[in-house]
T-cell receptor, first 114, second 114 residues
Framework: GDSVTQMEGPVTLSEEAFLTINCTYT??????LFWYVQYPGEGLQLLLK?????DKGSNKGFEATYRKETTSFHLEKGSVQVSDSAVYFC?????????????FGSGTRLQVQP | DAGVIQSPRHEVTEMGQEVTLRCKPI?????LFWYRQTMMRGLELLIY????????DSGMPEDRFSAKMPNASFSTLKIQPSEPRDSAVYFC????????????FGDGTRLSIL
């Protein structure tokens, strides 16, 4: 079945540092890939998405590129802020109706220190 | 856009009691998902509806769990009888009927079974 593997956390960075959170996936066909962010006590918010190979999703300074050859969708940001502290989830879903549910990675907690 | 609305936000009850969680999806979204989040298992799908019809209920733990979607604007997840191991955060999400579009999450119901 489908699966998503994320790097273990927590990741602790100083403000303005460069961020990479690794994500790899296993799936049949051509899934859509997503990064969601969860702030304490809240639901998941979509951060960015990519629906086909070589697509780059971007939002709020975060970027991720759909790499089919390496089955990866790594999240990057050039300069993190304290407000980016949250848990980040990589996820995928299949294009057909039967696989519409999201398969999530385990989540990576990011802590940004001032 | 009101977003996905879940109620209650918090529920504390004793084991053996019936628990009902409620969800109102975003208007115009015709797919609805129930997920459960725990420390041990992360985020996992419980059940998924498309046009009010259950498509995938393979994640429903056992007969104590049931879910309904009587119309396009309302869904319930019921646990009867509840057990301490059901303690978790339960999220509802909705999506337009297109697997490339993101799912929108509610703020969740934090359930504690004593």
């Amino acid at each position: 079945g489908d699966s998503v593997t994320q790097m273990e956390g927590p990741v602790t960075l100083s403000e303005e540092a460069f961020l990479t959170i690794n994500c790899t996936y296993t799936a049949t066909g051509y899934p859509s890939l997503f990064w969601y962010v969860q702030y304490p006590g809240e639901g998941l918010q979509l951060l960015l998405k990519a629906t086909k190979a070589d697509d780059k999703g971007s939002n709020k300074g975060f970027e991720a590129t759909y790499r089919k050859e390496t089955t990866s969708f790594h999240l990057e940001k050039g300069s993190v802020q304290v407000s980016d502290s949250a848990v980040y989830f990589c996820a995928l879903s299949g294009p057909d109706t039967g696989r519409r549910a999201l398969t999530f990675g385990s989540g990576t907690r990011l802590q940004v220190q001032p | 856009d009101a977003g996905v609305i879940q109620s209650p936000r918090h529920e504390v009850t004793e084991m053996g009691q019936e628990v009902t969680l409620r969800c109102k999806p975003i208007s115009g979204h015709n797919s609805l998902f129930w997920y459960r989040q725990t420390m041990m298992r992360g985020l996992e799908l419980l059940i998924y509806f498309n046009n009010n019809v259950p498509i995938d209920d393979s994640g429903m733990p056992e007969d104590r769990f049931s879910a309904k979607m009587p119309n396009a604007s309302f869904s319930t997840l019921k646990i009867q009888p509840s057990e301490p191991r059901d303690s978790a955060v339960y999220f509802c999400a909705s999506q337009v009927s297109d697997g490339n579009q993101p799912q929108h999450f509610g703020d969740g119901t934090r359930l504690s079974i004593l």
